[in-house]
């Protein structure tokens, strides 16, 4: 029997992550046609709604229904507008492992909503679902997403060498791919021990610009 992830709503101070929607259609494709989110993702270029339909309705659904995954909508509480997307791939059952990622809308970058999210995400993770290991890959230039990892307790295991591909527009407007190194991440139950009063003790969620 496949183990699978339930669907369900997280809360924090100031998000809700809840499963993705066909209303989350024109905001989703708003995001995902950033340039940021195009540089670090395979995302496809240009982004369509009905590419965002089609992830919402028949692609997340599939991969959290065969096990490897589960998408989340990340939105302000109070606004209830989407700001961004946690995802969770590459599940092992077995060794309750994991790999999480994230994206978050330009429009909300410099509020802490990364590390807010991937943070409740975790703690989700280890004590409902009872998991060992969660892990973070970031491209070797993505310092955003490496503080992020940083902010929430992840610990650098190493370098991936050539593993990864960017994206980088050229003179003329389209995409080229470039290769590069995927940094290594890894979060265990203990990592979290005194991280929530880390971040507060700092100012909160607010220190940099977050994206994937």
Request: net charge negative; glycine share 6%; aromatic share 8%.
């Amino acid at each position: 029997m496949t183990s699978t992830f339930p669907n369900i709503s997280i809360s924090t101070e100031r998000l809700v992550l809840r499963p993705l929607d066909e209303d989350d259609v024109p905001a989703l494709t708003e995001m995902m046609n950033d340039e940021q989110v195009a540089a670090w993702t395979d995302v496809p270029q240009p982004f369509t709604e009905a590419g965002a339909r089609h992830w919402i309705t028949e692609w997340a659904p599939a991969e959290r229904a065969g096990g490897r995954g589960l998408d989340l909508a990340v939105t302000e509480f109070l606004t209830q507008r989407l700001v961004g997307i946690v995802q969770l791939t590459k599940t092992d059952w077995h060794i309750r492992s994991t790999e999480l990622s994230y994206i978050i809308a330009p429009w909300a970058r410099g509020e802490g909503y990364a590390s807010e999210a991937a943070l409740a995400t975790a703690r989700w993770l280890f004590r409902d679902q009872k998991f060992e290991r969660i892990e973070l890959r970031t491209a070797a230039d993505n310092t955003a997403s490496q503080q992020v990892a940083q902010k929430i307790g992840c610990i650098s295991e190493g370098v991936l060498r050539n593993a990864c591909i960017v994206h980088v527009r050229t003179e003329d407007g389209t995409w080229t791919d470039v290769r590069s190194d995927f940094i290594v991440w890894s979060l265990l139950p203990e990592d979290l021990d005194g991280v929530g009063e880390q971040l507060a003790d700092s100012g909160g969620f607010t220190a940099y610009p977050d994206w994937n």
